[in-house]
């Protein structure tokens, strides 16, 4: 296929992520051997013409990737929704000879592209039935192609788990309410905190469940009538039980059953009854799309730009419209008219007030969430009900420290409790279990968890090996303990996997386990995602952002080292997100020519005027080339160009507030595990097993594969997703040939 020149335009509302979009199409398409001409503010510039239509080079998108907003401009223009419009928008786009668009954008601006495509042919005819455009032209571009990719704070496209931009949006959000929370105990007040979302409660819905708000109002699912006395019960129970503060999140679009709004100052009145003066709202508006993009959105930019322009290439665009969309952590490829139908589906059922029908259409894991954030929310448990068996389920930790931990605990505490069960707190790992150091937890026990980082029951990272085993067997009879959530990394696992090898000797072990995987280095079997890895990629992005800054002012070259000892996940991915030109893992390897190759495209980078460098290396890539070894090395052969300096970021990494994601995924964790021990407390083999995310839902796996899963000299899965980036990292940072300069086709 003959693609040679092509447009990219962002369209609509603003999403943080754009610019790693684009970043990732210009290159891509670049170092594919197409030129990429950028469309600045959307379809109006498409409209305008003259310089908003100009091609990019390499190097206009450097430094970009960890701006919010984007770059080539967005706009809305009512000019394009008519056939008059889009008739001179061909004209600019023939009169520079493109007939491929990627478009990054909403619904709205998607919808927009189809139509252009599907209407080119006619557009073309008119023009030159006008005179307007030469017919050799008009038949050098039969046909339009158009590659969307959707970029969207709402987190509102059917088809796709994430849209670009709702991630950041979420971070915003949750520091906010965070923020609000402290303000809020301190004064023993309430706060309506009204977020965006005209039709999607994804926002507001994960923001209450990542903050542990106390009620929610989203438009999929207007409370019953009499909801103002409702609300008010809950709250008043809630600081019966010892809260101090109470918060409500309002989506914008929520309305009750009769489809009138829920607005704040609505919750706000109907509060007022009980504490009066004492309520105060806050609007986020704005501020939840601005700000500087998540890790999140800037990998899912930039794997969406470069799956943009590998669809182009391969043709599948040519007979329809797709749009890139993610499914758990794949690219996958929506006809855009589906993508466009579903979501539209959603906001007619809306509409027309069959709400049913418009929260079955959300999906499995919005309806997930929403029911643990019910659950969640209840100021006190129910009562167990008459009959049922009261299980005794220990939570324990193991291995290194990783926030989300605590969110996890929460949660199974509270779920488990509501249950009718009674929740163990195992303190200090396994050395809690072999001590018999265990408190049982109560629903307050846990109250502002949510949000905290570290792990309040403490961890420890000995594997239980000798004597300890009786030790534990004793405590778990005394205990009477009926279930074991384990809640860590690499330790938790080999722990949990020498428990069950030992249920033969010790009989105290045939319990139900299940390990939760939370390890910032995500090197766990059965899961593609650990809690607490999020969190720590988001620490290393924002310490590395700042040191591209200092490093471009001086001159310099960077080597940072970051955590996950021989698993390269942190390096990869904070390497895709934060452009770095080279990553070092040991799952690759190092090797001398490789270290000497890499010095010389420096060199040369800095011969031609670059201004700084940034590789990153996973902290055990190579035992013998560390990277203090790799410093002096780039230094001593720089030949002055240029200083080297390393940064080792350590245990940074592990601390600070959990990330939305991962809080929101320990939440959804620990509840499906704490069913599981429920469920298997009864069993004459209970299952001793491992939770994790697989390709978007949750799936459980059990110990006895777990040997065969790992690699366990390299403390690693043996199958790791993430490992496909590489290609993506190699294409974007590898500066392309020059391309001859652009010529315009009249
Ligand atoms: P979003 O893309 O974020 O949903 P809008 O709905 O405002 O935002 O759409 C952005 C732009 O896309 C509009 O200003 C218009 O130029 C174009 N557009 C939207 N809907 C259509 C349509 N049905 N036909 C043609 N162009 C459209």
């Not at 998540?294 to 419209?321: E, H, K, P, W």
């Not at 996890?408 to 163990?424: I, K, M, N």
Request: net charge negative; with cysteine.
């Amino acid at each position: 296929m003959a693609v040679t020149r092509i447009g990219v335009l962002t369209s609509g509302g603003d999403a943080s992520g754009m610019n790693a979009a684009v970043r990732a199409i210009v290159r891509t398409g670049l170092d594919s051997g197409l030129e990429v001409w950028a469309i600045d503010e959307g379809y109006r510039g498409l409209l305008e013409g003259g310089d908003k239509i100009r091609p990019l080079r390499w190097s206009d998108v450097g430094g970009i990737i960890h701006r919010g907003g984007t770059v080539i401009g967005t706009a809305r223009s009512e000019e394009f929704r008519t056939r008059e419009g889009r008739l001179k928008a061909a004209r600019h786009m023939l009169h520079h000879g493109i007939d491929s668009l990627v478009v990054v954008g909403g619904d709205g601006s998607l919808t927009g592209a189809d139509l252009f495509r599907r209407e080119w042919p006619g557009l073309l005819d008119d023009l030159v039935a006008a005179g307007t455009v030469d017919a050799a032209v008009a038949a050098r571009h039969p046909r339009l192609t158009v590659v969307g990719l959707v970029g969207s704070i709402d987190n509102d496209a059917a088809g796709t788990d994430m849209t670009i931009g709702a991630d950041t949006a979420l971070h915003r959000i949750t520091e906010a309410i965070d923020a609000i929370g402290s303000t809020a105990s301190s004064h023993q007040r309430a706060f309506v905190v009204e977020v965006m979302g005209r039709h999607c409660g994804y926002l507001a819905l994960m923001g209450a469940i990542a903050t542990g708000a106390d009620a929610l109002f989203i438009p999929e699912c207007p409370p019953g009538d009499n909801w103002e006395a409702a609300l008010v019960d809950t709250l008043k129970a809630g600081r019966a039980a010892g809260r101090r503060d109470s918060i409500v999140v309002v989506a914008e679009g929520a309305t009750d059953r009769q489809g009138l709004p829920i607005t704040a100052e609505r919750v706000r009145q109907a509060l007022a009854s009980w504490l009066g003066g004492e309520v105060r709202i806050t609007v986020l508006g704005h501020m939840q799309r601005g700000g500087s993009p998540s890790a999140f959105d800037r990998n899912l930019g930039t794997v969406m730009g470069y799956a943009a322009i590998d669809t182009l290439l391969s043709g599948a665009a040519d007979a329809q419209s797709l749009v890139m969309g993610m499914r758990g952590n794949r690219v996958v490829r929506i006809p855009l008219e589906e993508c466009v139908a579903d979501s539209r589906r959603i906001n007619a059922a809306l509409e027309a007030r069959d709400f049913d029908a418009a929260l079955e259409m959300r999906g499995t894991s919005f309806n997930d969430a929403l029911r643990t954030f019910n659950t969640l929310l209840k100021a006190l448990p129910h009562p167990p009900a008459a009959g049922q068996r009261r299980l005794r389920l220990g939570i324990v930790h193991a291995g290194a420290v990783a926030p989300g931990m605590n969110a996890a605990v929460r949660a199974a505490v509270r779920l488990a409790t509501d249950d009718g069960h009674v929740a163990l707190g195992v303190r200090r790992g396994f050395h809690g279990l072999v001590a018999g150091d265990i408190a049982e937890m109560d629903w307050m026990s846990v109250n502002g968890w949510a949000p905290m980082g570290g792990a309040e029951l403490g961890t420890s990272r000995d594997v239980p090996a000798g004597p300890d085993f009786y030790a534990i067997a004793r405590t778990i009879e005394q205990q009477a303990i009926d279930g074991l959530l384990i809640i860590g990394g690499w330790e938790a696992y080999a722990g949990a996997h020498r428990l069950f090898e030992e249920r033969a000797n010790f009989p105290a072990f045939n319990i139900p386990i299940v390990c939760l995987p939370a390890t910032i280095d995500n090197n766990l079997p059965g899961t593609e995602l650990s809690i607490g890895a999020d969190t720590a990629l988001n620490n290393i992005v924002s310490v590395v952002d700042k040191i591209k800054q200092a490093a471009a002012a001086e001159q310099r070259c960077y080597v940072v080292e970051v955590m996950g000892r021989r698993c390269g996940y942190l390096a990869m991915m904070s390497g895709l997100a934060t452009g770095a030109e080279r990553v070092y893992l040991h799952e690759g390897g190092v090797t001398l020519k490789d270290l000497v190759e890499d010095l010389e495209k420096l060199v040369q980078g800095f011969r031609q005027g670059r201004r700084l460098g940034l590789m990153i290396r996973s902290e055990d890539a190579n035992d013998v080339y560390d990277t203090s070894f790799m410093c002096r090395l780039f230094e001593e052969e720089g030949g002055g160009l240029f200083d080297v300096r390393q940064s080792i970021l350590g245990h940074l990494q592990q601390g600070g507030d959990p990330s939305p994601f991962d809080r929101i995924q320990a939440t959804r964790l620990a509840r499906l595990s704490i069913r599981r021990l429920a469920g298997q407390a009864a069993a004459r083999h209970p299952s001793a097993e491992f939770i994790g995310m697989q390709s978007g839902t949750v799936a459980f796996g059990s110990l006895e594969d777990y040997p065969r899963l790992i690699d366990a000299a390299n403390r690693r899965p043996k199958e790791q997703w993430w490992l496909d980036v590489r290609k993506i990292n190699e294409a974007l940072s590898r500066p392309a040939p020059r391309l001859a300069p652009a010529s315009t086709d009249r």
